[in-house]
């Protein structure tokens, strides 16, 4: 009859009578000093524990004008140069500012060196009927632990997008949703974008004859106009980029884009059709 044995138990009895030397010591204790503990998640829950430091005068002061503008005009730089229209952020029907997407938000906090960290403050969770809700708050952090900005997101599974589906097959969808809402806001608000981006369609009028005293037959041209811009060059290339992962060919590609939009050449594609073509792709990654 084979014995069982506690491994963990044995090592930590083994384990119980060694001391570290005084300089290991002297090195954890320097470690706990130099590493930020708003970094680090609590080991018991996993889940991440903002602490609130002490922050400098110097931290605290506001900025001089000439500081702000030079903050906006690189903000502004980096964004008409590194983001990407369709895919770091779209355009909405009726709304007057583009949305800032996930990937526009990600590409914003590595520019502004901060790091995301999530945290599920409230959830409900019915396994009985379907219904799964979940709040998520985001916390923005600089190199030196010290919480820059915030932002909250709250999704549900009775929301109309995911209303008509199973509630059990859309619970993670919705619980990726809260946290990539949180995270939108929080860089919003860090970087001074809301008068640049709107967020998901929380700004956006939903009725019909919302026209802001426009005639409905120009937007309607407008928007026609939108649609037939052809594809930028960063379009094309992220798109190519994702062709190439996926082993499609350009020959196979025309085939697609002949069949689905009557267009001979990929390239020559509008550029609401590569954001369509680009988020196919990036769907079928998730």
Do not use: W
């Not at 520019?111 to 979940?134: C, K, P, Q």
């Amino acid at each position: 009859m084979s014995k069982q044995i506690d491994l963990k138990s044995l090592l930590e009895a083994k384990m119980g009578n060694i001391t570290p030397s005084v300089d290991a010591q002297k090195s954890i204790e320097q470690a706990n000093l130099v590493v930020p503990k708003n970094l680090m998640f609590d080991a018991e829950s996993t889940e991440f524990k903002p602490e609130t430091k002490p922050v400098t005068a110097s931290g605290a002061r506001g900025l001089t004008v000439e500081e702000a503008k030079s903050f906006d005009d690189e903000m502004n730089r980096f964004i008409d140069t590194v983001l990407i229209s369709g895919i770091d952020y779209g355009i909405i029907p009726h709304c007057n500012k583009p949305s800032l997407l996930k990937s526009g938000a990600e590409k914003i906090l590595n520019y502004m060196g901060l790091i995301a960290r999530t945290e599920i403050v409230n959830r409900v969770e019915d396994y009985n009927i379907g219904f799964f809700s979940y709040e998520a708050k985001v916390y923005l952090i600089d190199y030196n632990g010290v919480v820059k900005g915030e932002g909250v997101g709250i999704t549900n599974t009775r929301e109309g997008k995911y209303a008509k589906s199973n509630g059990y097959s859309v619970q993670n969808v919705v619980l990726k949703m809260a946290k990539k809402r949180a995270l939108v806001d929080a860089v919003l608000n860090v970087g001074n974008l809301s008068a640049r981006f709107t967020q998901d369609i929380e700004d956006m009028s939903i009725e019909s004859d919302n026209t802001g005293g426009k005639n409905p037959d120009e937007l309607k041209q407008k928007e026609k106009s939108k649609a037939d811009r052809p594809a930028s060059k960063k379009q094309l290339q992220y798109l190519e980029q994702l062709m190439q992962q996926h082993g499609n060919t350009a020959e196979t590609m025309n085939k697609y884009v002949k069949q689905a939009y009557g267009v001979e050449d990929y390239t020559k594609i509008s550029g609401v059709q590569a954001s369509e073509l680009i988020e196919k792709y990036k769907s079928l990654e998730q």
